[in-house]
């Protein structure tokens, strides 16, 4: 299958600051593109999605952006609050029916 | 409340001694898959199900069974457990469409965390 990987597997920020979580893709026929939150001991949690005929999207303090020329996609997430802990997850899809997920980058957020 | 489950959330089994993971969800969904979540590997997908009696493979099958014969229920069968299939187990179901725009949303389960001995 096609790989997706992550450029860091931890970050750590302060609380109030902005967070940038990159991924780079490997499968030039990927459609589309969804980020994924994981809390400890629980499922991952849709985050947000963006289509391959998309450069930017932006949702509640979080925008994906896609670089579909160097087959990249970060998820920025503007003033992060420890409620923001976690793992994310970037996948990428083609006709949505296989996805292929990155191994996960933790982010610890800093009081 | 919408939502996937998965039953056992926990089991410890030995090698050889066949098993099932239920997943059920009330949402309606169309597609239901499985993935397995191993450190370091991410989550890969085991299988999916686009529909009512139509499954296909994902990366990862090898060692796996599903069966898709009702919308609701997307049963992971594991017909002989090894060792190296100790994991966690996630289903997961999508609506495909959302405000008539195809989604790969999906809503996942809580776990199954399967140690094979």
């Known amino acids: 299958g096609e790989s997706v990987g992550l450029h860091l597997p931890t970050l750590s920020v302060q609380e109030g600051d902005n967070s940038i979580i990159n991924c780079a893709y490997s499968?030039?026929?990927?459609?589309?593109f969804i980020w994924y939150k994981q809390e400890s001991g629980k499922g991952p949690q849709f985050i947000i999605d963006?289509?391959?005929?998309?450069d930017k999207r932006q949702g509640q303090r979080v925008t994906v952006l896609l670089n579909k020329t160097v087959k990249h996609l970060s998820l920025q997430i503007a003033a992060t609050q420890p409620g923001d802990s976690a793992v994310y997850f970037c996948a990428e899809n083609e006709n949505f029916n296989k996805f292929y997920f990155g191994s996960g980058t933790k982010l610890n957020v800093k009081p | 409340e919408a939502q996937v489950t998965q039953n056992p959330r926990y089991l410890i089994t030995v090698t050889g001694k066949k098993l099932t993971v239920t997943c059920s969800q009330n949402?309606?969904?169309?597609?239901m898959s499985w993935y397995r979540q191993d450190p370091g590997l991410g989550l890969r997908q085991i299988y999916y199900s686009m529909n009512v009696e139509v499954t296909d493979k994902g990366d990862v099958p090898e060692g796996y069974k599903v069966s898709r014969k009702e919308k609701r229920n997307f049963p992971l069968i594991l017909e002989s457990p090894s060792p190296n299939q100790t994991s966690l187990y996630f289903c997961a179901s999508s609506p495909r469409k959302r405000v008539n725009l195809p989604t790969g949303e999906l809503f996942f389960g809580e776990g199954s965390r399967l140690t094979v001995l």
């Open positions: 949402m309606n969904h169309e597609y």
């Open positions: 499968n030039s026929a990927s459609d589309y």
């Open positions: 963006i289509r391959s005929n998309m």
